[in-house]
C-alpha cells in the first residue's frame, strides 16, 4: 500500500510540476516593445499614482511627441487582454508612428495583471505567435480580468465605487468596470484611478479603450462614445465607412452603465471618452476548440453556423475575422477619429503618420510592423 | 490584505486535510481523487495559479 500511495504521490507531484511550470512561464512571458521614433520617454502608471508603483499593473505609458504642440490622446489597450487586436494596434502605435503635431500616450497592457492569468476553465493557450519576417513575436493570451494571483478573493457581489451599482462578483477584477476607480481600493481600482490621474494631470483631449467582442454581444464593431464624443464618433464612423474598405457604427455610452471607460472617463475628466470594439469569434461561447488558430483567423465552424441562423450580431462567413483584419479596423478607425479631431479643432490637433491602415495592415499582415528587438538598441527595448 | 492572507491560510489548512485524507484511504480511486482535488490548492497556496 505504502509502494502505491507513493506512486499515486508522485504523479501527482509530477502534474504539480509540469501545470505549475507552464502557469510560471506564461505569467513572466516578456515580451519586447522597440519605443519608436516619437517616443521621448517610457513612463509608469506608478508615475501618477505611487498605489501602483511596482505591482503588478504599474503599466508601461509610452510617450509620443511631435515637434508642433497641440492635443493629447491616449490610447488604451490590453484593458481586457484576452482582446489582442488593440494590445496589437497600442504595440504599432508604439513602434511606428511619428507624431508631427501634439502627443498620443500609448498604454498597450492597460491591465498587466490580466494579461498573465487566462480564464478558468476556458481552455485557453497560454500565449500566441505573431508571425514576422524575423521569426515571430510571442504574446501572453491574457484574460479579461485581472489575475487571482494579485487580487483575491472576490466578494458576493462586487458594488462600483462611487455610484454604488451592483455588477457581477467577478467584474471588482474587471478594469473596464472600475473606473473612476478609488486611491484606496483594490488592485484594479487603483489601476483605474492611475490613468484617471494620468487623463487629469495630462490633460488628455481624447481618451479611446481599444477591445474586441464576441459575435453574440450587440455592442460590435462599433465606437461607443460619450455624450462629449458624439459628433467625433459619427463623424469618424462615416469617414471610416466610407474611405477605409470596412463599416463601423457608433453606440452611445448608457449614462446608467457605469464602471466603463466611455462612461466614467467623459463623467469625471475633461477627456472626451471613446471605445473601440472589433469582432472576436474566440470570445463567443458557441466556438469550437479554443486554440491559437482560432485566435489568430476567428475562423469557427460553431460560430459561423450561428450566424446562419441569425443568432449574432455581425456577419462570418469560412474566411472568419482574422487578427490582421481586427487589428487594422483599429488603426484605420484611430486614424480617421485623429483626422476629424484635428479637422475641428486645428489648436488641440493631433497629427500621426508611419501607421498602416486597414488595406496595408491586411496585405503585409500584422507582423510586418512588429520591431526586431534583436535590431534596436537595448535601451530602447522595454518588456511589457 | 487581511482577508486575502486568511484566505490563504484556509486553502493552506484545506490542502493539508487533503493529504491527511489522502494518507488515510485504502482505496487507490479515493487516493488519486484526493490528489487531484488537491493540486489546484497546492497552485495557489504556492502562487503559481
Known amino acids: 500500500m505504502i509502494v502505491r500511495k507513493a506512486v499515486i504521490a508522485a504523479l501527482g507531484a ?6 505549475g511550470l507552464s502557469f510560471y512561464r506564461s505569467r513572466h512571458l516578456r515580451e519586447p516593445l522597440v519605443a519608436g521614433p516619437s517616443v521621448i520617454k517610457v513612463l509608469t502608471l506608478g508615475d501618477y499614482f505611487e498605489g501602483v508603483r511596482g505591482t503588478a499593473n504599474d503599466a508601461h505609458v509610452y510617450v509620443l511627441e511631435g515637434e508642433e504642440p497641440g492635443g493629447t490622446v491616449l490610447l488604451l489597450g490590453g484593458s481586457h487582454p484576452e482582446e489582442p487586436a488593440g494590445r ?8 511606428n508612428a511619428t507624431v508631427e503635431r501634439g502627443r498620443l500616450l500609448v498604454i498597450p497592457t492597460a491591465n498587466r495583471s490580466g494579461s498573465t492569468a487566462t480564464r478558468l476553465g476556458g481552455a485557453y493557450p497560454p500565449d500566441f505567435t505573431i508571425p514576422t519576417a524575423w ?3 510571442r504574446f501572453r493570451m ?3 480580468w485581472s489575475n487571482p494571483l494579485d487580487q483575491w478573493p472576490d466578494p458576493e457581489v462586487y458594488i462600483h465605487y462611487p455610484t454604488r451599482q451592483e455588477l457581477a462578483y467577478v467584474d471588482v477584477r474587471n478594469l473596464n468596470r472600475t473606473f473612476p476607480g478609488r486611491p484606496d481600493g483594490t488592485l484594479t481600482e487603483r489601476t483605474s484611478f492611475a490613468i484617471m490621474e494620468l487623463i487629469r494631470k495630462e490633460k488628455v483631449d481624447i481618451a479611446i479603450d481599444l477591445h474586441e467582442a464576441e459575435l453574440q454581444y ?6 461607443v462614445a460619450h455624450e462629449k ?5 459619427a463623424l469618424a464612423s462615416m469617414m471610416t465607412s466610407a474611405a477605409e474598405g470596412f463599416n463601423i457604427g457608433v453606440e452611445y455610452s448608457p449614462p446608467g452603465l457605469h464602471g466603463l471607460t466611455h462612461r466614467e472617463i467623459g463623467d469625471n475628466s475633461d477627456a472626451i471618452s471613446l471605445l473601440l470594439e472589433a469582432p472576436e469569434p474566440f470570445l463567443d461561447a458557441t466556438r469550437g476548440r479554443t486554440d491559437r488558430a482560432l485566435l489568430l483567423t476567428g475562423r469557427d465552424e460553431f460560430v459561423r453556423r450561428a450566424g446562419e441562423r441569425g443568432l449574432l450580431f455581425e456577419k462570418i462567413d469560412a474566411n472568419g475575422w482574422p487578427i490582421d483584419v481586427r487589428v487594422g479596423r483599429h488603426t484605420s478607425t484611430l486614424l480617421q477619429i485623429f483626422e476629424v479631431w484635428s479637422g475641428e479643432k486645428p489648436e488641440r490637433a493631433v497629427v500621426v503618420s508611419g501607421i498602416p491602415r486597414y488595406a ?3 496585405a503585409k499582415g500584422t507582423g510586418a510592423f512588429l520591431k526586431d528587438p534583436k535590431e534596436a ?3 530602447r527595448v522595454n518588456y511589457e | 490584505m487581511i482577508v486575502t492572507v486568511l484566505y490563504y491560510l484556509l486553502t493552506a489548512a484545506i490542502a493539508v486535510l487533503l493529504i491527511r485524507n489522502f494518507l488515510k484511504r485504502k482505496d487507490w480511486q479515493e487516493e488519486v481523487l484526493y490528489i487531484v482535488v488537491l493540486l489546484p490548492f497546492l497552485l495557489r497556496v504556492l502562487r503559481l495559479k
Open chain 1, 142 to 144: 491574457g484574460d479579461r
Open chain 1, 14 to 19: 509530477a502534474l504539480l510540476v509540469v501545470s
Open chain 1, 377 to 379: 538598441p537595448p535601451a
Open chain 1, 135 to 137: 521569426g515571430g513575436q
Open chain 1, 229 to 233: 464624443g458624439q459628433e467625433l464618433a
Open chain 1, 360 to 362: 496595408e495592415v491586411i
Open chain 1, 218 to 223: 450587440p455592442v460590435i464593431s462599433t465606437i
Open chain 1, 88 to 95: 496589437l494596434a497600442c504595440w504599432i502605435f508604439a513602434e
